[in-house]
């Protein structure tokens, strides 16, 4: 299971640095464009940027979601947990944990589903029309990444008593 847990790190890493720093990379030229140049000097906006920018966004949170988990960046309330016996806390861990994979999981199937169901209800940007399909595939695979993360620190948790957060701190990919 480590190496599971060591692959999923590299995938996450390698995904937001190059997915996400290309979306990121194309929000920031394309607005730079689209306000600067078309809007301000040539009174002649792009048609459809919006669309572009928050489908760049949609991609942006997918690819931040899972990444988030595995650094440990979401939230955690921990108001109860230093009055707790470490193994009750570790147990009260395995067991959030474990209902949230079967949430994500769920959440997955239902973006699956919205997907499919797109094109057939008409699901467009407003402008350019383009399919919400696709992102609602790209998210369904972010909460299964997520879900997965979720059911490997509980192998962690099983094995050791804790997680070992992803630390990224400029080691190459």
Known sequence: M??????VDRLLKWSSLVLGGATLTFMTGFSVWNVLIMRKALNNPIIGAEDLLILALVVI????IPLGARTGSHIEIEILESRMSAGFAKWSMILVKLLGSVLLFLMMWRFWHSGQNAVRFGETTQQLLISYEPFYYLLSASVALY???????????????KVDTLQIDGERL
């Open 61 to 64: 949170v997918a690819l931040s």
């Open 2 to 7: 480590l190496f599971a847990l060591k692959f």
């Open 147 to 161: 879900g997965l993360v979720l059911l490997l620190e509980i192998w962690q948790l099983l094995g050791s008593g």
